[in-house]
């Protein structure tokens, strides 16, 4: 896999730097076997092929279907609850994964036992750890009990009842199952109430952009030019305060609401038992915030985009929707 070196390891004191006087070759290393190559699955996942080891199956419920030939709609696949509730639904045209294989023959899907997660960030995402734990992690576990998959293929619908039972070897009861559900449900609703607020002000902000182009255009920038900058700031302050705008930087400072969140629900996803005391009391102190920031937005939206409207109208263009 690469060429071994010799390497050098160096001492820091203070403000200096000294050679250590031991040198490590590795130049004798032998190679590195490879044991594993990932493989696209079906579904648009990632997956590990081990060369010398056998396979486990697939974590989740493993759906088989049969399609006669390869259908030119689209088809989705929907996980409903015992009350017949749509809980997740998977696509064939779905621009991410996991999509749903439609080759002519058998096909298998795996649903994850996870529920939906949070709306999504509009604009390019940024491959961070909180975008990674969004996309797994963030999303609720099903509970234990009685659901049905639902396939339709055109106006063919076909269901299938099955049982989500839950690990023996678990020491939680299930009402502990069900008090970490229905904090993950909460912590994902208030991500959600993020996500929404953050994609609104991108929105407006994008649109003040405009208006001043065409303002600009239009040879009357001057009589807008101060008010959208100061609307666009506060819009970017009230950004900065729900999310953490600079992820991909060296250094991007510290986390916002929305990823103190999302890093709650992972460390509760990381055990299968009842959320502790901590847990909530963190919890209620994030939502508090989140609410209190939605109020500044809608105080923001109510008093600046009012006077910014009349300030486009007094110049002559069209006020913001």
């Not at 010398?52 to 088809?75: M, S």
């Not at 902000?205 to 405009?210: A, I, L, S």
């Amino acid at each position: 896999l690469y060429q071994p070196r010799p390497t050098v390891r160096w001492r820091f004191y203070g403000r200096g730097f000294y050679r250590h006087p031991k040198t490590a070759n590795y130049k004798m290393t032998g190679p590195v076997t490879v044991t594993y190559r990932l493989r696209e699955t079906p579904m648009g996942t990632n997956g590990e092929e081990f060369l010398d080891a056998g396979k486990n199956p697939p974590d989740g419920a493993i759906i088989h279907y049969y399609l006669k030939e390869e259908p030119a709609d689209e088809v989705t696949l929907s996980i409903l609850d015992e009350q017949g509730k749509v809980i997740r639904t998977f696509s064939s045209k779905s621009e991410e994964p996991p999509r749903v294989p439609v080759q002519a023959g058998m096909n298998r899907f795996v649903w994850d036992l996870r529920h939906e997660g949070a709306t999504k960030l509009e604009g390019p995402a940024k491959r961070d750890r909180f975008e990674q734990a969004l996309e797994i992690a963030v999303r609720p576990r099903a509970l234990p009990g009685r659901y049905q998959v639902q396939l339709k293929v055109g106006e063919t619908v076909l269901a299938q009842p099955f049982e989500v039972v839950r690990d023996p070897r678990l020491p939680a009861s299930d009402e502990d199952l069900r008090a970490q559900f229905e904090l993950k449900v909460a912590i994902r609703d208030r991500i959600s109430e993020v996500h929404d607020a953050v994609n609104r002000i991108r929105r407006l902000r994008k649109q003040v952009e405009e208006w001043e182009e065409r303002a600009k255009a239009a040879g009357k920038s001057d009589a807008i030019a101060e008010a959208a900058k100061a609307f666009k700031e506060k819009l970017e302050t009230l950004e900065r305060e729900l999310v953490q705008v600079d992820s991909d930087k060296p250094q991007p400072g510290p986390a916002r609401v929305r990823e103190k969140l999302i890093a709650l629900s992972s460390m509760i996803d990381e055990s299968d038992d009842r959320p502790t005391k901590g847990a909530h009391e963190v919890y209620e102190l994030l939502a508090g915030q989140v609410g209190e920031l939605l109020v500044r937005l809608r105080q923001v939206l109510e008093e600046e985009q009012r006077q910014f409207s009349e300030r486009l109208a007094q110049a002559g263009v069209p006020a913001l929707a």
